[in-house]
RNA sequence: CGGGGCGUGGCUCAGCCUGGUAGAGCACCUGGUUCGGGACCAGGGGGUCGGAGGUUCAAAUCCUCUCGCCCCGACCA
């Protein structure tokens, strides 16, 4: 590609609405333009690269005995009934009408599409396993899209549905794809970390993402040395316990406005450890008093996972007087009503004195001993870890990073295959339910984690995997007829090898150039000037260390074939 | 949706407080000089000041409404 002919707008300056290193460099170098919020076109450098990065995705979901198919964006709200989704996915959902006001879904996610086909075309357990994907556009009303293309509202994403006869087959499957997708990340020349995670509003139950890591990554990620590693929804932490203390006696202490932990602790000079927060959450209609310690964080999704519930919500201050008979800010589980369900994290011990809400205005009691004036019915893990926790695995010190959730793959079992009637019959002739998985990459996001990952004060270092263009031809100074000569025939001799390569052949000063290059980051770039014709040789210099090479000019052209055929090995 | 901020040539922004000629840099066009890290000289084109209403002799500037965008908190590839 000659640069007087591409349309790669370059900008000398940030975008003033981007945030996020790979959404200004997007931006700056050409590749990116926003119509609207979260709605981005992909320029023509833009959309090589993310063309490259499906290309991978492809190579190893046909590898790893995928098969690709295209389903429709646009579903009718009937199907999204039958799952309960159109109901549960919320306001994310687009959700366009027709001429005749019948209502449609813009696909966020496919499950029922892919599983109202696979329902009525498989019958027999000879059927399966049955491994289908594809690349297709997705839409989600994002609460807030931001970082460009990293939160979009309309993005490509990979998503991949597998169809098994049972658990086990679905498990070697499962397996496969988090092969294949390792080896997708590899090859875009990403470094990332597979952990333990939340499965959200897909539902289903193992399930792990695929986090690049990045210090500007939306996701916390907790890892040990014995190479446990989880999101932040989902880390388990090991309870280190107290030693145990002497009993004391329950007490009411008036507390006069002190409503938060903070408050409180401070006004009785105490830990906030030493502390039960008390939260009441409605699911639904169902009412729940989540206990955690004072110094903790309720996990809002562990406790949703925990209830069964998509999104539990707070009470609010008038649900609260009404089912605990005393204030916001004053909850404790202590003499309430039997029937109110309350749960209480596993960090929280006997033997230890606590200090709880009083159910009553301006007080708080101390001297709480769980198992003596509270009895706790019911114990599971709702809160967040936090750096310096203790390893559920190995017991080591929890480390906190950051990621960019790239890909996430998840067992669903028959959470769409039942309700939507996914039936095969056996070897024996028994109807039995589809076991099924799903197993997304997003691909845009891929493309902006790659940026994040790997770029410098200059711009983008690209790797040969990904890359638009893998050689970068710079010809110093246009007005020399033998610098121009010279360039025109190393170029001709690249796009003859099948080499990909940009020539700018703009009348531009040499810096404005480099500058560009260095900016579009393409791994190789090839300097034609004066200084290195005079002795016969063109500068051959690698984007990503600096170094530079001098080649003969005759051989110039087969050099950076070698290269760059080279550098794609390492990668595939 | 709650809190904060911003809408002025293609881009980055000044002007608004204190109403009276729409400006700068970059980009673009023409001519010339220049050519190893975002050149210089001369000339030139381009703006419903986000939109609507109001106040005023007069509104980019003041008031009201509205739309869009960005940032911080609740979703996820």
Redesign the pocket.
């Known amino acids: 590609m000659r640069l007087t002919q591409a349309f790669i707008p370059?900008?000398?300056?940030?975008?003033?609405?981007?945030?996020?290193i790979s959404h200004k460099l997007m931006i700056?170098a050409g590749m990116l333009r926003?119509l609207?919020?979260?709605?981005y076109t992909l320029l023509p450098l833009g959309w090589r690269t993310t063309r490259k990065v499906a290309q991978i995705v492809r190579e190893e979901m046909d590898r790893a005995g995928c098969q690709e198919l295209l389903l429709p964006i646009l579903m009718p709200a009937e199907l999204w009934r039958e799952t309960g989704r159109w109901e549960k996915y919320g306001k994310?959902l687009f959700r366009p009408r027709d001429r005749h006001e019948r209502d449609y879904a813009l696909g966020p996610?496919h499950e029922e599409a892919i599983t109202d086909l696979v329902r009525t075309h498989v019958r027999s357990y000879r059927d399966l396993p049955l491994n289908l994907y594809q690349i297709q556009t997705?839409f989600?009303d994002?609460?807030?899209?931001?970082?460009g293309?990293?939160?979009?509202?309309e993005?490509l994403?990979k998503?991949g549905y597998s169809f098994h006869v049972d658990e086990a087959q679905l498990e070697s499957a499962y397996e496969r794809m988090r092969e294949a997708y390792a080896a997708v990340f590899r090859r875009c020349g990403l470094e990332f970390v597979v952990v333990e995670a939340?499965s959200?509003?897909?539902g289903g139950d193992v399930n792990h993402?695929?986090m690049v890591t990045a210090a500007s990554g939306?996701?916390l990620i907790f890892s040990s040395a014995c190479g446990y590693a989880a999101s932040s929804?989902s880390a388990k932490y090991r309870v280190i316990p107290h030693s145990a203390e002497p009993e004391a006696r329950l007490e009411e202490r008036s507390t006069p406005g002190q409503k938060t932990v903070e408050e409180v602790s401070a006004f009785l000079g105490l830990e906030p450890s030493r502390l039960l927060k008390s939260l009441l959450f409605l699911a639904g209609e169902e009412p729940v008093l989540a206990v955690v310690p004072g110094d903790r964080e309720l996990n809002?999704?562990k406790l949703a996972r925990l209830l069964g519930h998509?999104?539990p919500r707070l009470a609010t201050a008038q649900e609260i007087e009404a089912l605990t008979c005393g204030p916001l800010g004053f909850t404790g589980p202590v003499g309430l009503p039997s029937r109110l369900r309350s749960v209480f994290d596993v960090s929280i011990q006997e033997g230890r004195n606590y200090v709880t809400g009083a159910n009553k205005r301006d007080a708080h009691l101390v001297g709480v001993r769980v198992g003596r004036d509270v009895r706790i019915e019911e114990r599971a893990d709702l809160t967040t870890a936090r750096e310096g926790d203790c390893c559920p695995r190995c017991g080591d010190t929890l480390k906190l990073s950051r990621g960019i959730?790239?890909?996430?793959i998840?067992k669903l079992g028959l959470k769409y295959s039942e309700p939507m009637g996914a039936r095969y019959l056996d070897a024996e002739g028994n109807e039995r339910t589809i076991v099924m998985g799903t197993y997304?990459?997003?691909?845009?996001?891929?493309v902006a984690a790659v940026i994040e990952q790997l770029h410098d004060e200059?711009g983008i270092i690209w790797p040969y995997s990904v890359a638009p263009y893998h050689v970068h031809i710079v010809p110093?100074?246009?007005?020399?007829a033998e610098t121009r000569a010279v360039a025109e025939s190393l170029y001709a001799g690249l796009v003859d090898r099948d080499v990909e390569t940009i020539l700018d052949d703009r009348?531009?000063?040499?810096?404005?150039?480099?500058?560009?290059?260095?900016?579009m980051g393409m791994p190789l770039?090839v300097?034609?000037?004066?200084?290195?014709?005079k002795d016969g040789v063109?500068?051959l210099?690698d984007r990503k260390s600096g170094t530079?090479e001098r080649v003969a000019v005759g051989e110039a052209a087969e050099a950076c074939a070698k290269r760059v055929a080279a550098e794609l090995t390492k990668l595939s």
């Open positions: 370059t900008l000398k300056e940030d975008p003033t609405d981007a945030e996020l700056r926003k609207a919020a979260g709605i994310e996610t997705k989600r994002e609460i807030r899209p931001r970082f293309v990293m939160r979009a509202r993005f994403m998503d939340d959200g509003a897909i993402e695929f939306e996701s929804e809002e999704a998509a999104a959730e790239v890909g996430h998840f997304g990459i997003g691909v845009t996001r891929t200059n110093v100074n246009t007005a020399h009348d531009e000063r040499p810096g404005a150039k480099f500058k560009d290059a260095d900016l770039r300097t034609i000037g004066e200084k290195g014709l063109v500068e210099r530079v």
